[in-house]
């Protein structure tokens, strides 16, 4: 099995489509359909399922997937460790992150990042901290800017970046508003929320902390961005849990402390591989964050 088949399958099972992946590769079809049928057979198993429209996945190449994207990443991992040894730092970081992460200004970070190192390419990537982390695990990510949750896998290490209480977020006519208490979670049953996908690090947490204190909520407003998420809030549709930096976010909407939830901890952290797995590029990057480049949350908006 040779790394060039490697690297042409996993191009085909990106793009789902063999001229797209030829293009990408800049290599023939006719190359790269050859390069496929030769791991078909040294496998002896179908990796795609044809079609005149694009090409999907069969059982086998899933599996495969998963192995092929971590040894490609072992393989790129190689080549940059040797280069850091002879004193240079190249090849690529690729990060992931969820919007608006207490205790890193991500912008500002990967803008030191490449004042230092310019020949690394950087390539960044936007999720939920569920699809991060196991991004992460696969090799497909060198790390991510996350938050911890009880599923985060046990291959991977974390670093700490910051950890905040809950707000409630709503519009200063609700009636919550006008008690200006300290809420709990009792206080909130019956309420329409606005939250995000469930695959989102605050979503994970607001949701094991009402279950913990027994009170069903119902999200009937289901979100992917932070911006929509205040909109809704903002025209009265439901209140929103959300960790305690957002309200800076929209000073017009009330916020108020949540108490009595099992004291949840929003808890943001960077996910990283196994030590001896960790890219050069994240280690120059983790360092850096550590020695104290910029540090705050999404609009500088620090957690206390």
Request: with cysteine; net charge negative; hydrophobic share 45%.
């Amino acid at each position: 099995m040779e790394l060039r088949h490697l690297q042409h399958f996993v191009a085909v099972a990106e793009d789902q489509h063999f001229t797209r992946a030829a293009e990408r590769l800049m290599v023939s079809q006719s190359g790269l359909s050859a390069s496929i049928r030769a791991l078909e057979r040294e496998l002896r198993a179908p990796l795609f399922v044809r079609t005149t429209r694009r090409v999907t996945l069969t059982e086998a190449g899933r599996a495969l997937l998963v192995e092929a994207e971590r040894i490609l990443a072992q393989v790129r991992s190689a080549h940059e460790a040797v280069a850091a040894v002879q004193g240079v730092l190249r090849g690529t970081l690729a990060l992931g992150t969820e919007q608006c992460i207490a205790g890193v200004h991500v912008a500002r970070l990967l803008a030191g990042f490449r004042r230092r190192h310019p020949d690394v390419e950087i390539r960044l990537r936007q999720a939920g901290s569920g699809a991060l982390a196991e991004e992460v695990a696969a090799g497909r990510l060198d790390l991510a800017f996350a938050y911890r949750t009880q599923a985060d896998s046990d291959q991977l290490r974390s670093v700490s970046l910051a950890s905040e209480p809950p707000t409630v977020l709503c519009h200063p006519s609700h009636r919550l508003a006008a008690s200006g208490a300290v809420l709990t979670p009792d206080d909130l049953a019956g309420e329409v929320f606005v939250d995000f996908h469930p695959d989102w690090g605050p979503r994970r947490t607001t949701d094991a902390a009402f279950a913990a204190a027994g009170v069903r909520r119902t999200v009937a407003l289901e979100v992917n961005d932070v911006h929509s998420l205040l909109d809704l809030v903002d025209e009265n549709l439901g209140i929103a849990v959300v960790p305690r930096h957002f309200r800076h976010k929209r000073p017009s909407l009330t916020a108020l402390p949540l108490k009595d939830a099992g004291e949840p901890e929003y808890e943001t952290v960077a996910l990283l591989p196994p030590d001896g797995a960790t890219s050069p590029a994240a280690r120059a990057l983790v360092a850096l964050l550590e020695t104290g480049d910029p540090e705050a949350p999404c609009e500088g908006s620090r957690a206390r």
